[in-house]
């Protein structure tokens, strides 16, 4: 294995007594930042930046430090488990690796001969890494079926941008964009996609100027040069009314708008019907602030769009998209130095290839679930969830009989928890591969136990579009865990898919690398690689759209029956487009704001990540407060038409009057009932998953806008509410039902490095 010279290393080595230090690549979240990995006695001891990363240059978060805390947790899974009583039971008996898998096989098997392959549906949640073997598993078996959650997250950045310019747009931080507009991100602290906090923190120190948007103020919003602090899920108005400024105006790009776009005209006359007046009005951003953000953006060169998912969670979630794209489009920052970017993946097999998308056979295709409604969606092999729970529930349009989950929490993270329960609950068969037994596990008949990113060897990034590919070297052995990749290769040959797979899973790493003409061995040898990055590439080719431009008026959109031009439409349940039902639910609900330490569901059993947030938090005005009688710190209830669950009050001037923010995918592992708390704070039992809450192309779910309304808890009330479990109710977390004497007493002190989320205090 490679061991790697970093200046400090052999000095820290000697001063604590490390035997190695190993170059290595996170992936607590989506991945990205360079690691080393430090071990003594064959045990990692702590994990730091590595300072050589071309992505984090030796920066890291919370949840990278805490990686140690997760890798030797004591309630962690370290071999597979069967259930012995009922579902929710919490009685399991341990079994080998090859009875679990030739139990999923057999089932796998029975089902796809009696119900078809489609009755078995594979998921996953957000992006790790193990996409594309998930994939190329489920199109060899012949399931059109993969739940993930790319209907509200990066999918719908990757389908509008195919359709409008080819490929998904980077911000080009290396070339450091002269402004910056954030938009519906929190970049500091969610590091997403192929974005670290850092690189974006380096272009303002450098003097980019800097536009954010949205309704909270972030500490990045606090930096801004203009906020606008918007009313939740009028994103679309905003980018469209600022199109008419820089229409108006004459501040677009003359040049890319006569030789590049198509549907100029189109457009303008769709921006027209946002004049600033209107578009206060809907957004609630005075119209001073818009105007001068249009100038801002339109008349710095280069500028970029750092946007987030914020945007993808609403019925607009398309034409958000799309209208953006329009400003990046207009104002001429596309793959342009410090602008947006297209990048060009490194010479290797891509994840569309290695998932074998090509190997479904088109009928199978066709019983893609929804994928006639949600066309954009459908084009992209995505599918929204609730399609899979009412086929679960309801046979409809056909049986669903098998739910495979490797790495997601869909109880915890999907819309209608309680309509997830119940299709959870009722599903023939369930398997989950996991760290730990989540609420969702609780409910499966095998559980698998899966490796983190010390335990597995790998080629990071390469789902990515920023072009870098970076080694993920295995350094420790932890029980029976098996990284995702090494349990489908296993389970395939268990399913007759044996040629299309591999002996061992590093051939399938060789294979993915072979037009570069490395193998996985050879690529260990190495920090990184990327291809070299060229602009404007259009200008050669033109974009890879039906019509070679840049579709400001989509041609697919059109041919799918859709409105070709971004359209302004008001969330289903807003105090505009239902108000009468303000008048009981009067505030504006938005969900899910990202959270240094954790990772939607993930990390509440890591003493470093509960510290930063012991309690599931909601924020709310404090004037919004006062009329509720709420004060800081209060638990309260958070009530919607769905139901009601608690959270605590922060109280912040941060945050309008009508708009409350709740944290997502909150349970509570020190609950050792099988429950684990998982209806107690979970905020997605109050959102509506039904379809008219969806965007009408991607079926996005509307998780950002809802309303509800707010009150203080009774304690009364709160022990008639027979559903909420009582156990640790009113203390406060302690080290000891995390576990916490064992892991991190071995983690070690947090070693030194930039963390990039931790010192935010939000
Ligand atoms: N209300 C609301 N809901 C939301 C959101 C929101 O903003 N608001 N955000 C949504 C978004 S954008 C997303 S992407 C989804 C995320 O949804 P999920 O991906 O389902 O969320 P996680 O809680 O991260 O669940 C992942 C599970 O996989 C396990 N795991 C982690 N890594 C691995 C691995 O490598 N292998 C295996 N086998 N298991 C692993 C973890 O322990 C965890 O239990 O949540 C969505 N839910
Ligand atoms: N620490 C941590 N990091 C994460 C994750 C995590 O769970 N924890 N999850 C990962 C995943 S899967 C994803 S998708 C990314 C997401 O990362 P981001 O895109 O940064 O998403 P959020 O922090 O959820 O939301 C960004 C901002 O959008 C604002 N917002 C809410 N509603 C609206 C609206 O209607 N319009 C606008 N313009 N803004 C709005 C919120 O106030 C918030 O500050 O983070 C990834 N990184
Ligand atoms: S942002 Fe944090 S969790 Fe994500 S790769 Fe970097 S250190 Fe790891
Ligand atoms: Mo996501």
Same mark, same amino acid.
Request: charged share 25%; proline share 7%.
């Given at each position: ?78 071999? !597979? ?10 009685? /399991? ?57 790319? *209907? ?101 790009? *003359? ?28 957004? /609630?951003? %005075? ?101 899979? /729970? ?188 239902? %108000? ?26 890591? !003493? ?7 309690? !599931? ?146």
């Amino acid at each position: 294995m490679t061991e790697f010279r970093y200046a400090n290393a052999p000095r820290e080595m000697e001063a604590y007594g490390y035997d190695r230090v190993v170059k290595s690549h996170c992936r607590m979240c989506h991945g990205g930042c360079g690691m080393l990995v430090y071990l003594k006695d064959g045990r990692v001891e702590k994990v730091g930046g590595d300072p050589d990363c071309p992505i984090s240059h030796g920066t890291v978060c919370s949840k990278g430090l805490a990686s140690v805390q997760l890798a030797y947790h004591p309630d962690r899974l370290t071999h !597979p488990l069967r259930r012995l009583g009922p579902k929710a039971s919490g009685r /399991w008996e341990r079994i080998s690796w090859d009875e679990a898998l030739d139990t999923i096989a057999e089932r796998m098997l029975a089902y796809r001969e009696e119900h078809g392959a489609e009755s078995v549906v594979l998921g996953y949640g957000t992006g790790r890494e193990n996409e594309a073997v998930i994939y190329r598993f489920a199109n060899y078996f012949g399931s059109p079926n993969v739940l993930t959650a790319g *209907h509200f997250c990066y999918g719908p950045r990757i389908a509008t941008t195919v359709i409008t310019c080819g490929s998904n747009v980077i911000v080009d931080y290396d070339n450091n964009p002269r402004c910056i507009m954030v938009w519906g991100n929190n970049v500091t602290i969610s590091n997403p996609d192929c974005y670290k906090g850092e690189p974006f923190s380096q272009a303002l120190n450098a003097g980019a100027k800097l536009i954010v948007v949205d309704p909270r103020l972030t500490r990045v919003a606090a930096r801004a040069d203009i906020w606008l602090q918007l009313r939740p899920g009028t994103d679309t108005a905003l980018a469209l009314g600022m199109a008419n400024v820089i229409i108006e105006e004459e501040l677009y790009d *003359h040049d890319f708008v006569a030789n590049q776009v198509h549907g100029w005209e189109e457009f303008k006359a769709r921006a027209a019907e946002y004049p600033l007046e209107k578009t206060t009005e809907i957004t /609630w951003v %005075p119209q001073e602030k818009i105007r001068a953000a249009a100038r801002l953006f339109a008349t710095t060169k280069p500028a970029a769009v750092q946007w987030g998912v914020a945007i993808e969670q609403q019925v607009t979630c398309a034409d958000n998209n799309r209208a953006l794209l329009a400003l990046m489009g207009i104002t001429g920052n596309i793959d342009v130095p410090g602008g947006q970017m297209l990048f060009k993946q490194p010479p290797i097999r891509n994840v569309s290839q290695f998932g074998a998308h090509k190997a479904l056979p088109p009928e199978q295709a066709a019983k893609r679930l929804g994928g006639d409604v949600f066309r954009l969606a459908g084009n992209f092999g995505i599918i929204n969830p609730k399609f899979v /729970w009412d086929a679960v529930l309801t046979e409809q349009p056909y049986p669903v009989k098998m739910l495979f989950f490797i790495s997601s929490n869909p109880l915890m993270t999907r819309a209608n928890a309680r309509e997830v329960y119940s299709a959870l609950e009722k599903v023939d068969f369930m398997a989950v591969a996991d760290f730990f037994v989540t609420p969702t596990a609780e409910l499966a008949d095998i559980v698998l136990p899966a490796a983190t990113w010390l335990e597995m060897d790998y080629i990071g990034d390469f789902w990515k579009r920023h072009g870098w590919l970076l080694p993920r070297r295995k350094v420790i052995q932890v029980g029976e865990c098996r990284s995702d990749h090494e349990m489908l290769n296993d389970l395939a040959h268990r399913v007759g898919m044996g040629e299309h797979f591999w002996d061992d899973f590093e051939q399938g790493l060789d294979w993915i690398l072979e037009p570069s003409g490395i193998t996985f061995q050879e690529f260990l040898q190495m920090d990184h690689f990327r291809r070299a990055v060229t602009y404007q590439k259009y200008l050669v080719k033109g974009f890879s759209t039906p019509t070679r431009k840049f579709e400001l008026y989509s041609t697919k959109l059109e041919e799918w029956g859709y409105d070709p031009l971004p359209q302004y439409r008001e969330p289903p349940e807003s105090p505009v487009s239902r %108000p009468e039902l303000a008048r009981d639910y009067p505030y504006v609900l938005i969900t899910g704001a990202r959270q240094p330490g954790f990772f939607h569901s993930e990390n509440r059993q890591l !003493p470093w990540a509960r510290e930063l947030h012991p309690d !599931p938090i909601v924020e709310i005005h404090p004037a919004t407060a006062e009329k509720e009688g709420i004060r800081d710190g209060d638990w309260v209830v958070i009530e919607s038409p769905r139901g009601r669950i608690r959270q605590k009050a922060k109280l912040t001037e941060g945050i309008l009057p009508q708009v409350i923010a709740a944290q997502h995918a909150w349970w509570f592992p020190e609950k050792r009932d099988p429950g684990h708390g998982w209806d107690e704070s979970n905020v997605n039992i109050l959102i509506d998953n039904g379809y008219d809450h969806c965007d009408p192309a991607m079926g996005a779910t509307s998780i950002r806008t809802l309303l509800c309304k707010v009150s203080p808890e009774d304690l009364r009330d709160r022990s008639a509410a027979g559903d909420w479990t009582a156990a640790g109710w009113d203390r406060p977390v302690t080290s000891s039902d995390l576990g916490r004497g064992d892991a991190s007493a071995r983690a070690g002190a947090p070693p030194a490095g930039v963390h990039s989320d931790s010192k935010e205090g939000e």
